[in-house]
């Protein structure tokens, strides 16, 4: 089984302020890992795949980078509505799909 | 639009059995992989099964191998999971969650959840 490890647990930024936020696979995942937000009370929505691409609807100031067992996501300029759990996920060994643990990000 | 809808959760004791429905709109349903994911109160998510357009694999997690099975009607467009012998740690939110496309099983979109609560 893939473990995804993120990182931090929590952060805490002001609006404007960039967000680097890490997951790293036990294994090699290739480019096979995505990132997902979830607001309170939501659904996760898919916000990167594939490593670096942007799902429909995301707006560009989130992006993804990474390769293998080292991944970013990228949040260039916070805005309030950016306050939110996100996950990473793997899909290149499975079953099973795996999920980080989340890292929780408060907008100040 | 692209809408999941899931439905069938409850309050059970320990030993019991429950299906969970997902109804799908807005898409193509017979050409896309289908998966449940679970979230446990506070905790982070965790998927739980999978099954193929059309129907020829499914796959689950340990956690729940040989309790539960997913299985899906694309006639009524409909996806379902079967639960059985519950036990307090599926306790959760139950979401369903479409392959992102027809050749891939990123997750989206996801359904609203649907809550399970084993307790005795």
């Known amino acids: 089984e893939v473990v995804l490890t993120q990182s931090p647990a929590t952060l805490s930024l002001s609006p404007g302020e960039r967000a680097t936020l890490s997951c790293r696979a036990s294994?090699?995942?290739?480019?096979?890992l995505a990132w997902y937000q979830q607001k309170p009370g939501q659904a996760p929505r898919l916000l990167i795949f594939?490593?670096?691409n942007r799902a429909t609807g995301i707006p560009a100031r989130f992006s993804g980078s990474g390769f293998g067992t080292d991944f970013t996501l990228t949040i260039s300029s916070l805005e309030t509505e950016d306050s939110a759990v996100y996950y990473c996920q793997q899909r290149k060994i499975w079953p099973p799909i795996t999920f980080g643990q989340g890292t929780r990000l408060e907008i100040k | 639009e692209v809408q999941l809808v899931e439905s069938g959760g409850g309050l059970l004791h320990p030993g019991e059995s429950l299906r969970l429905s997902c109804a799908a709109s807005?898409?193509?349903?017979?050409?896309?992989?289908m998966n449940w994911v679970r979230q446990a109160p506070g905790k982070g998510l965790e998927w739980v099964a999978y099954?193929?357009?059309?129907?020829?694999?499914?796959h689950y997690a340990d956690s729940v191998n040989g309790r539960f099975t997913i299985s899906r009607d694309n006639a009524k467009n409909s996806l379902y999971l079967q639960m059985n012998r519950l036990t307090v740690e599926d306790t959760a939110v139950y979401f369903c969650?479409?392959?992102?496309?027809?050749?891939?099983?990123?997750?989206?979109?996801w359904g609203q959840g649907t809550q399970v609560i084993v307790s005795s």
């Open positions: 969650a479409r392959g992102q496309t027809q050749t891939n099983n990123w997750f989206d979109p």
């Open positions: 099954i193929r357009p059309d129907e020829t694999a499914v």
């Open positions: 807005g898409f193509t349903f017979r050409t896309y992989g």
């Open positions: 294994q090699s995942v290739d480019r096979y």
């Open positions: 594939d490593a670096s």
